[in-house]
């Protein structure tokens, strides 16, 4: 492995303190290092290093920041290929594999290819209004629809290959991927997946039913999602893993399935999914 994408939370500190130190390590190690454009500079790096060129032809990438950062850089290195080290710099790191002080160790683990690969399936949302496609947007946690300000609920009909699968009143609606099942949809109540299975959740947000409550469908289905909130408001937006994507308006659909590519994440350390998920039940407690 010779060369390597530095992706560093850009509102971190840290983290761009982090890769600016890292740059002359793997430089001295022989890798050919990368950037995002407008970081080169901060980094220390000509603007060669950031042009899509080299920086899409990278063996790794090696991101520094949270779970947050991590999911910008799986939509980023869509389609791409190239799998993703996490750093963790952040409060949870669910996705990320290291802490900044296994550097020094995993860096040389990287180079020598002592790693494996783990796929992550993506979600794929379509944005539809009068049967025209308004904009696709990639997600590896989740796809969401919620209000914004407004007070008064929504009103979503959600089927799949045809099937009703509810009509939800609340305050929007959450389909997530089994990587995304311990992050919002967590938090709405639903279910706690293994990252690794093929599936599609959808959770309602604070629906006004008891009865309401986490679908989880195959992962080849497509989720058609049809806002039926009589609104003039502006507010109701689509977001896809907390990137505002599109405002949506009454009678707008949004289908929502499985992308195309998925995520490639490095994996170095011991242990499982169910070590790391006792860890975070641990520290929330």
């Not at 609920?153 to 939800?168: P, Q």
């Not at 009865?211 to 195959?218: D, N, Q, S």
């Amino acid at each position: 492995m010779r060369r390597i994408a530095l992706i560093p939370h850009t509102g971190k500190p840290q983290a761009l303190n982090l890769a600016r130190r890292m740059v002359p390590e793997l430089t001295r190690l022989g890798v050919q290092v990368s950037t995002t454009p407008g970081v080169h500079p901060t980094l220390g790096l000509s603007e060669v290093h950031s042009v899509e060129k080299e920086f899409l032809q990278a063996d790794a990438a090696i991101v520094l920041g949270g779970d947050g950062a991590l999911l910008t850089a799986a939509r980023l290195l869509y389609g791409t290929g190239i799998p993703i080290l996490g750093v963790n710099l952040g409060r949870i790191g669910f996705l990320s594999e290291i802490e900044p002080a296994q550097l020094s160790e995993a860096l040389p683990r990287l180079l020598r290819g002592e790693y494996t690969v783990v796929e992550r399936m993506m979600l794929e949302a379509q944005v539809m209004r009068a049967g025209v496609l308004l904009q696709k947007q990639t997600a590896l946690n989740d796809v969401v629809i919620a209000r914004g300000t407004f007070g008064r609920m929504l009103s979503l009909e959600a089927t799949a290959e045809g099937y009703r699968i509810g009509t939800y009143v609340g305050d929007g609606i959450i389909v997530a991927t089994p990587t995304g099942s311990t992050a919002y949809s967590l938090s709405a109540g639903g279910p706690i997946v293994h990252p690794e299975m093929n599936a599609i959740l959808v959770t309602p947000v604070c629906p006004h039913s008891l009865a309401a409550r986490t679908v989880v469908l195959p992962g080849s289905s497509v989720v058609r999602i049809r806002v039926t909130t009589p609104t003039e408001h502006d507010d109701l937006m689509l977001t896809a893993d907390g990137v505002h994507g599109k405002h949506l308006m009454s009678g707008d659909e949004v289908l929502v399935g499985r992308a195309p590519y998925a995520t490639r994440l490095i994996r170095m350390r011991e242990g499982s999914f169910y070590d790391v998920l006792s860890v975070h039940m641990l520290n929330s407690q």
